[in-house]
């Protein structure tokens, strides 16, 4: 049992450690005289102990549908999404990204996706009447140096790109303080940072969303063609400790993906046309796309029959952002610009 991951006092952790005990189940089989005789700990260090492990227990309460029925705030909060901060993309998406669960965001290189996950670093610590959580993010870089010059742009452009909030609430909000930046390029770090350090965040309520740019860096040169069986051992580990993480902390994981080139008929049928003879597929198979709740797809190239447009011409370009699958959604896409603002939707939108 790994005693450092739990928010306890270092004196704490080091007794249990001493003490030999190597389980939660351990602790809740002895009693609170037995605890202090063993860890030699005071009667109120003991009672902490015990109480932060029932909680790793427990979990998340039980309630019974009279109470969901009869609890109107909860049956509110259950169904809460995370603004993108352009009302044009939340409407794709009914209100944003889901609380619980783990969004793939994927797509061809300058696709934008980088852009739209510091754009949600930034909506996150929005009041929740603005699409926010009021609290930080994680941003976890496992290839490039994180964009700080681009996060300060972003940042100096909020009052234009949130229009609709008030000035005085964009001022008030320190979006430089609460964005925790980690880099991991290889995967002992990475699940270091996932089991240790972003538990540790959660726990201290400074965070509500994990943002992981990319995921496949960290498989691109680990494994070659004869470690598929290990390869998918590790997504699978990630991929839970992901869920426990958003599932306990109702927190939403975003995980970006870059794309392969779709070479056979099953990538075929799972691929997004990213412009009108190039057919591309989420990079590390049908393993970890079975640890998504929603996927998500873009590109630089729109719908052809969208480009004769005048509407649709913008300096920098058009993209699409594709619904691929999700449980509350259509298959869908709309058309959005990256600017120096931020990502804003153009506002056409076509189910598919």
Not at 160 to 169: Q, W, Y
Not at 223 to 252: I, M, N, W
């Amino acid at each position: 049992m790994d005693w450092d991951q739990f928010d306890m006092n270092p004196k704490v952790i080091a007794a249990v450690k001493k003490a030999n005990i190597k389980s939660i189940k351990e602790v809740l089989n002895l009693s609170g005289a037995d605890l202090q005789r063993l860890t030699k700990l005071s009667r109120m260090d003991v009672q902490c102990l015990l109480k932060t492990v029932s909680h790793a227990v427990r979990k998340n309460c039980m309630l019974t549908a009279l109470q969901l029925y009869q609890d109107k705030d909860h049956h509110a909060f259950q169904h809460q999404k995370l603004s993108l901060g352009c009302p044009v993309l939340d409407d794709l998406l009914r209100g944003g990204i889901p609380l619980v669960g783990i969004t793939e965001l994927a797509g061809e290189s300058s696709a934008g996706k980088t852009q739209i996950g510091l754009q949600l670093c930034l909506s996150v610590q929005y009041p929740y009447n603005c699409g926010g959580l009021e609290c930080g993010a994680v941003y976890v870089c496992t290839e490039d140096v994180f964009p700080s010059k681009r996060l300060q742009q972003l940042v100096d452009q909020q009052h234009k790109l949130r229009a609709e909030v008030p000035l005085e609430i964009i001022q008030k909000i320190r979006f430089g303080n609460g964005i925790f930046i980690e880099h991991a390029a290889d995967l002992d770090t990475f699940s270091s940072c996932i089991t240790k350090r972003i538990p540790l965040l959660l726990a201290r309520g400074m965070v509500r969303l994990v943002i992981i740019d990319s995921i496949a860096a960290l498989f691109r040169c680990e494994f070659g063609a004869q470690d598929s069986v290990v390869k998918a051992q590790y997504l699978q580990t990630f991929g839970a400790q992901l869920h426990r993480l958003s599932t306990r902390f109702r927190t939403p994981i975003v995980c970006i993906n870059q794309v392969t080139d779709a070479v056979s008929e099953t990538n075929i049928a799972q691929c997004s046309f990213s412009s009108l003879d190039e057919r591309v597929s989420p990079a590390l198979g049908i393993t970890w796309s079975n640890q998504l709740l929603m996927r998500l797809m873009v590109s630089r190239t729109p719908q052809a029959e969208y480009l004769q447009r005048p509407a649709l011409q913008h300096p920098g370009g058009v993209r699409t952002l594709r619904v691929v699958f999700a449980p509350h959604l259509p298959i869908s896409f709309c058309l959005y610009t990256v600017n120096l603002e931020g990502v804003k939707g153009i506002g056409i939108k076509s189910p598919l």
